[in-house]
């Protein structure tokens, strides 16, 4: 079963909106990292954050980060056309070499 | 650097074919995965491998071998193709163990394999 769950699966918003998406996971870690594919390409890394951090920020993107109850969150403020990608977290647990993807959200901005 | 590249970009197998996927990467990074994207399943890891002669299995490794005999490739061996197997395979690299070294995840772009 895949450690990592985004939510929603799907999401459309105005350009100019805000974009919010969640992943929550089953076990320890010691980092989360999300990442986003434009249609047909490869994962781009995106951000990463730490077990003992709460919230990190990169341009317009903040993730934050729940340990106790296993979860994440990445907004995406201002959101551009340029955005309209799908977005997948993912995690490595504490004790293994294994990173395992969600299933991502699937993210449109409308013009 | 070239990062991570993936060969061939699209491939077509009959059943029952064997074939060999190929990765390599000059960042000289310790760890490197194989994935199979499907639509609607996300990601999921078939092998991956933390070092040089080390390799181990994912969550859907069955029908696939891997070998990593250097720290630059880790090719992906399709024993016998079976329709099941056509999906979108990425190889993907960071530097030493992800969960230790909190180091992100280069990808390749993928190959398109479609077995018939």
């Known amino acids: 079963s895949q450690q990592g769950e985004e939510d929603p699966q799907a999401l459309s918003i105005q350009e100019g909106e805000n974009a919010t998406m969640n992943c929550s996971y089953k076990?320890?870690?010691?980092?989360l990292q999300w990442y986003r594919q434009n249609s047909g390409r490869g994962l781009v890394h995106l951000i990463l954050?730490?077990?003992?951090?709460r919230e990190k920020h990169s341009g317009r993107l903040r993730v934050t980060l729940d340990t106790s109850k296993k979860s994440s969150s990445l907004l995406i403020t201002a959101s551009r056309a340029a955005d309209t990608a799908s977005y997948f977290c993912?995690?490595?647990?504490?004790?293994?070499?294994?990173?395992?993807f969600g299933s991502g959200t699937r993210l449109s901005i409308r013009p | 650097n070239a990062g991570v590249t993936q060969t061939p970009k699209f491939q077509v197998l009959k059943t029952g074919q064997s074939m060999t996927l190929q990765c390599a990467q000059d960042?000289?990074?310790?760890?490197m995965s194989w994935y199979r994207q499907d639509p609607g399943m996300g990601l999921r890891l078939i092998h991956y491998?933390?070092?040089?002669?080390?390799?181990d299995q994912g969550e859907v490794p069955n029908g696939y071998n891997v070998s990593r005999s250097t720290t630059e490739d880790f090719p992906l061996r399709l024993l016998s193709a079976a329709p099941s197997q056509t999906s979108v395979y990425f190889c993907?690299?960071?530097?030493?163990?992800?969960?230790?070294?909190?180091?992100?995840?280069?990808f390749g772009n993928g190959t398109r394999l479609t077995v018939t």
């Open positions: 993907a690299s960071s530097y030493g163990k992800f969960s230790s070294y909190n180091s992100p995840l280069h």
């Open positions: 076990t320890s870690i010691n980092n």
């Open positions: 954050i730490r077990s003992n951090e």
């Open positions: 993912a995690t490595g647990a504490s004790s293994a070499s294994k990173i395992i």
């Open positions: 960042m000289n990074h310790e760890y």
């Open positions: 491998s933390v070092g040089a002669g080390i390799t």
